[in-house]
């Protein structure tokens, strides 16, 4: 089983930055596709941002130019750079770890972004 502990969530102005963190209890992050997705208040859950083992990450339309997803295999950790935020990025962004053989999926608690001025 796998713990993923996301942190960096927080506040933010419009416009403003944000790192969100990863990291995975996992020594072998290597041999997982690793995705961030967001759930808004009353929305579903969507995919933001996506990276399989060996490939370039994937976004969503409307982050793309403003997110960047990172992994760091040997620390065992993903980012999210969020820049330009939105008010429609407000949502619990949530890591999520996808074994590339077996397919088992797997969860973070979560982490709060708020963009309010």
């Known amino acids: 089983q796998v713990q993923l502990v996301e942190s960096g969530g927080g506040l933010v102005q419009p416009g403003g930055s944000l790192r969100l963190s990863c990291a995975a209890s996992?020594?072998?992050?290597?041999?997982?596709?690793m995705a961030w997705y967001r759930q808004a208040p009353g929305k579903e859950r969507e995919l933001v941002a996506s990276?399989?083992?060996?490939?370039?990450?994937n976004y969503k339309d409307s982050v793309k130019g403003r997110f960047t997803m990172s992994r760091d295999n040997a620390k065992n950790t993903v980012y999210l750079q969020m820049n330009s935020l939105k008010p429609d990025d407000t949502a619990v962004y949530y890591c999520?770890?996808?074994?590339?053989?077996?397919?088992?999926?797997?969860w973070g608690q979560g982490t709060q972004v708020t963009v309010s001025s």
């Open positions: 999520n770890a996808v074994h590339y053989l077996s397919g088992t999926p797997h």
């Open positions: 990276m399989p083992v060996i490939s370039r990450p």
């Open positions: 996992t020594p072998r992050l290597g041999v997982y596709d």
